[in-house]
C-alpha cells in the first residue's frame, strides 16, 4: 500500500506532500487541483510503462506542466503584505513525483534537456532516479541511484554500476529491469505497472459496452469498458459471485444480470428488473444504468490490483445509485487501495462513514494546491533525492 504520495512544480502543485491510506477521496471546489493531483499519479505510473516523456508531450511539455507561480511562496505573500514576485531562481528546475509505501520508495527527477542540435531538443530528460528502502529517503537507505545516464545498486556496503549509458528519454524501469541483476528496479515497476484507473467509461450510444462483443476470459476490465460482459461472467465463474448479485440488487433492488454468449462466441449484458416482463439489452440500458454495471466490474476484478483510482466515479450516476457505490468501494478497499477522486457531497458522505476512510480535501491559495488544515506536521516524512 502507498503510504505517502509527493509531487513537486507540477501544474498548481508547487510542493505537496499526502499522506494515504487504505481508502482515500480527493475532493475540494472546482479549480482546486483535484485532476493535477490525479493527472501526476497518471503520470508517475507512467515511468513503468514506458511513456513518461510522452505523456509530458500531450501535456504541452514540460514548460506547460511546469509550476508557473514564484520558486516561493512567502508568508508575506499570502497575507498580502508584498505582492505575489518571482526572483532569479534559487534551484535547478525540476519537476518531482514519487512515493512511499512501508518498505520502498521510489522518487524520478525530470528537467529540461542540455542545449544539442537535436530536433527533439524540447523533450523532457530524466535526470534521477532513486528507490529507497524504508518510508521515506535517507542517503543510507539508497537501493539504486540513476543519475542522469549512470545507474548504481547497492551490493552490501559497495556500490556497483549497472549501466552507465541510460537514454535521457528513458526511464530506468525501461532498461535495467532485469529480476536477477537489480531485483528492486523489478519489484518496483511491477509494482507502479500493477496499478489501475478508471476515468473513460464510454456510455454513449455507440458504445461498445452496449454492444455484443467476442467473449474471452476478462479477469481485469478494459480501460473503456468494451469488454463489460465478459468481465461479469469472468466474475461468475471465477470472482466474487455473490458479491456481484449483492451489488446489483443493492442499486436496483429486485434486478439481476445474466450475461448471453450467443453461437458466433459474442456476449451481451442482460439486465432484468422487477415488473418488466423481458431483460433490457445493453442498448437500452440508462447512461448511469450501465455505468454502475462498469464500475460494479471494475471493482469486482478477480484479479485485484495493489491500487485502484477512479476519478469522478459519479459521472451520469443518480444520486441515489450513490450510496450502494460508496459501500462497494468500501468493501474492495478492504484487499485494494482505493482513490477516489470526486465532488459528489452524498458519495463523499457515504464514503467517509468508513473508519478507513482517508479524506483529503484541497484548496487553491495564491494559484497554488494545498491540502485543507495540513500543517507541516502533518506531512509524512520526506526528501527528494537531488534537492540536498
Not at 58 to 85: C, D, F, I
Not at 277 to 305: F, I, M, Q, W
Amino acid at each position: 500500500m502507498l503510504t505517502a504520495l509527493a509531487i513537486n512544480n507540477y501544474r498548481s502543485i508547487l510542493n505537496l506532500v499526502v499522506p494515504l491510506g487504505p481508502l482515500n477521496v480527493i475532493t475540494g471546489p472546482n479549480g482546486t487541483g483535484k485532476s493535477n493531483l490525479y493527472k501526476a499519479l497518471r503520470l508517475l505510473a507512467e515511468t513503468a510503462g514506458g511513456g513518461v516523456v510522452n505523456a509530458l508531450a500531450k501535456e504541452g511539455g514540460l514548460h506547460s506542466t511546469y509550476w508557473a507561480g514564484p520558486e516561493k511562496v512567502s508568508k508575506r505573500m499570502r497575507t498580502g503584505e508584498v505582492p505575489v514576485q518571482g526572483g532569479p531562481l534559487q534551484e535547478v528546475k525540476r519537476l518531482r513525483l514519487g512515493f512511499a509505501t512501508d518498505t520502498y520508495g521510489y522518487s524520478i527527477s525530470l528537467g529540461l534537456p542540455t542545449p544539442s542540435r537535436s530536433q527533439f531538443k524540447l523533450d523532457p530528460e530524466v535526470k534521477r532516479e532513486v528507490i529507497w528502502a524504508g518510508d521515506f529517503f535517507r542517503p543510507a537507505a539508497m537501493l539504486v541511484d540513476r543519475n542522469g545516464p549512470m545507474a548504481r545498486l547497492r551490493q552490501g556496503r559497495e556500490w556497483e554500476v549497472i549501466s552507465q549509458h541510460l537514454p535521457s528519454f528513458d526511464s530506468m524501469f525501461d532498461q535495467l529491469s532485469d529480476p536477477i541483476a537489480a531485483p528492486e528496479i523489478m519489484h518496483m515497476r511491477e509494482l507502479i505497472r500493477g496499478w489501475r484507473f478508471y476515468d473513460h467509461f464510454r456510455t454513449d450510444p455507440d458504445a461498445p459496452a452496449r454492444l455484443p462483443q467476442l467473449g474471452t476470459r476478462t479477469p481485469v476490465l478494459h480501460h473503456d469498458g468494451r469488454d463489460l460482459a465478459a468481465a461479469l461472467q469472468t466474475i461468475r465463474e471465477i470472482g466474487e459471485s455473490e458479491a456481484l448479485d449483492n451489488a446489483i440488487s443493492d442499486a436496483f433492488p429486485g434486478a439481476s444480470i445474466n450475461v448471453c454468449a450467443q453461437e458466433d462466441g459474442r456476449f451481451s449484458v442482460e439486465f432484468y428488473q422487477h415488473g418488466l416482463l423481458r431483460p433490457l439489452t445493453g442498448g437500452e440500458l440508462s447512461d448511469g444504468t450501465l455505468r454502475y454495471l462498469l464500475l460494479v466490474a471494475a471493482l469486482l476484478t478477480p484479479r485485484p490490483p495493489s491500487l485502484m483510482v477512479l476519478n469522478e466515479p459519479e459521472t451520469s450516476l443518480h444520486p441515489d445509485l450513490l450510496p450502494a457505490l460508496a459501500r462497494l468501494i468500501i468493501q474492495v478497499s478492504e484487499k485494494t487501495q482505493v482513490w477516489v477522486v470526486s465532488h459528489a457531497s452524498r458519495l463523499i458522505a457515504a464514503l467517509s462513514e468508513s473508519p478507513d476512510c482517508h479524506r483529503i480535501e484541497l484548496d487553491k491559495v495564491l494559484g497554488q494546491t494545498e491540502v485543507t488544515g495540513q500543517s507541516m506536521f502533518d506531512e509524512p516524512a520526506w526528501h527528494w533525492p537531488d534537492k540536498g
